[in-house]
């Protein structure tokens, strides 16, 4: 992990200048040539960058873009700290400042959360990673601005997003549904949040169809992870619950994905290492707020006992589900989770999955596909939130027509809606399962890239934890 530090002064070290002001560049060092040479390349060609080396130093000048949105200058500030990380590596730069003449807090975190993210990498799986591992081990912040709490705060959260990226980057040969729990162990400990796990037999006694059948292919058990944290005046009287779909693996069952659809599916527990790291950052952090994690967990595979299409299954609430396709089987382990979590009454219940390909028709990887019933207050804090992150969220309708095309000829509900409206049929079959204020995220799309996109690495991007950290923060304020 990129270390985020506060820097007493700027001496030689190399730098990095968030540049508005280009006559206030004479505060970091450079000359009357410099500055002008910055002039004319900032007002006279679209260059956006300009390097400076000599005198035992890199000073880079980032040319800051304003847009209309704050929030929009925010996120080019830290694409910008994502290219400006390339070129730090590139010239072998072990550490380095950052500054911006304005002094703007918001903008220098942006810069060092861009920088620190485009950092990250995956590699222990390979032969010599010391060979490929970046230089860049260090960021300093100089500014009189930028707050102590607001720095830690930054540090916790680069670090929650990291581990949530690395769980989904591990393959299923390491990460089963059991070591994934004891990775949620591990984490709870570190954070000082509980954690209970639930195992096979646990999970049969208390009748949970959809993970018991999504399971029955595997030769790996299921597990059921509960994670909490309640800090001694949370603000919230009743929790909020995080329901994460942990599919360590998904081959389609016997709804075989074909082509190229298996590469990814270690990815399909992506939502589950939103929940977990989510819980990690608020612990640490110490948000004074109530939340609960559940975690259901399981391959889908292939064997002579495997769940069909066409089996009827009975849920944990006692719903009974005509199973039409075995690729569908994350809403089946959800939907266990979700009615398991209406005993604690919570104030709002927030699932993330990658669900389904309709939410990655609808929108690309470039936002999330959200839907629910909770109020238009919460919505608009979770927009806020996802705005401020820059993990957008794309809201659709969810009437009740919907609701007509999950109805069962010989059970109460099916798990597939048809050919059309396939991401908000998917949520409509979730909803059947909770009674409290709801949101489904459907981060089928962001949650893992095939190529990197600024800060966002390639593989898995930790979608879902800098989202739900802003906004429990904020609702907790």
Not at 441 to 463: C, H, M, N, Q, S
Request: charged share 25%.
């Amino acid at each position: 992990m990129t270390t985020i530090q506060k820097a007493s002064s700027l001496q030689d070290d190399h730098l990095v200048i968030l540049c508005s002001s280009v006559s206030a560049l004479s505060r970091y060092g450079l000359g009357h040539a410099e500055i002008d040479h910055v002039r004319n390349n900032f007002e006279k060609t679209d260059r956006k960058l300009v390097l400076f080396t000599g005198t035992g130093r890199h000073v880079y000048v980032l040319k800051k873009d304003k847009k209309d949105n704050p929030w929009k200058t925010v996120e080019l500030i830290r694409k910008a700290g994502a290219s400006t990380c390339t070129m730090l590596n590139e010239h072998k730069i072990k550490a380095v400042t950052i500054a911006d003449t304005d002094d703007r807090s918001e903008h220098l975190l942006a810069l060092a959360e861009g920088i620190a993210l485009a950092n990250y990498q995956f590699l222990k799986y390979k032969k010599n990673p010391d060979k490929e591992k970046n230089s860049l081990v260090s960021v300093s912040i100089f500014s009189k601005s930028v707050k102590p709490s607001a720095l830690s705060e930054l540090t916790i959260l680069s670090e929650a997003t990291t581990l949530a990226r690395t769980l989904v980057n591990e393959p299923v040969s390491w990460l089963s549904a059991q070591q994934l729990s004891k990775e949620f162990e591990k984490l709870g400990k570190d954070a000082g949040f509980r954690v209970e796990i639930f195992n096979k037999a646990k999970i049969e006694s208390l009748k949970m169809g959809g993970l018991l059948a999504v399971n029955k292919g595997s030769k790996q058990p299921p597990t059921f992870t509960i994670m909490e944290y309640k800090h001694a005046r949370a603000r919230n009287k009743k929790p909020i619950v995080l329901v994460g779909k942990g599919v360590v693996y998904d081959t389609g069952g016997y709804n075989l994905k074909t082509g190229t659809g298996m590469e990814t599916m270690k990815c399909d527990m992506a939502g589950a290492a939103a929940v977990g790291c989510t819980l990690y950052a608020i612990a640490k952090a110490k948000l004074p707020v109530h939340v609960i994690g559940l975690v259901p967990a399981t391959d889908n595979r292939i064997d002579g006992d495997a769940y069909v299409a066409g089996d009827v299954l009975t849920m944990y609430d006692g719903t009974t589900v005509e199973m039409l396709n075995t690729d569908a089987e994350g809403r089946l382990i959800l939907a266990d989770a979700l009615s398991w979590g209406e005993q604690y009454k919570p104030e709002l219940v927030i699932d993330l999955a990658t669900l389904t390909g309709a939410a990655v028709a609808a929108i690309g990887q470039h936002g999330i596909v959200s839907m629910g019933t909770a109020g238009d207050r919460v919505k608009n804090k979770l927009k806020t939130s996802g705005n401020a992150t820059y993990e957008r969220l794309a809201e659709m309708p969810f009437w009740e027509e919907y609701d007509e095309m999950i109805k069962s000829d010989i059970a109460e509900i099916k798990n597939i809606g048809g050919p059309y409206g396939g991401s908000i049929t998917a949520g409509k079959f979730l909803a059947w399962f909770v009674k409290s204020p709801w949101m489904h995220f459907d981060i089928a799309g962001p949650a893992f890239l095939p190529a990197r996109d600024g800060y966002r690495t390639k593989g898995g991007t930790g979608v879902g934890v800098r989202l739900l950290f802003d906004f429990l923060k904020n609702y907790s304020n």
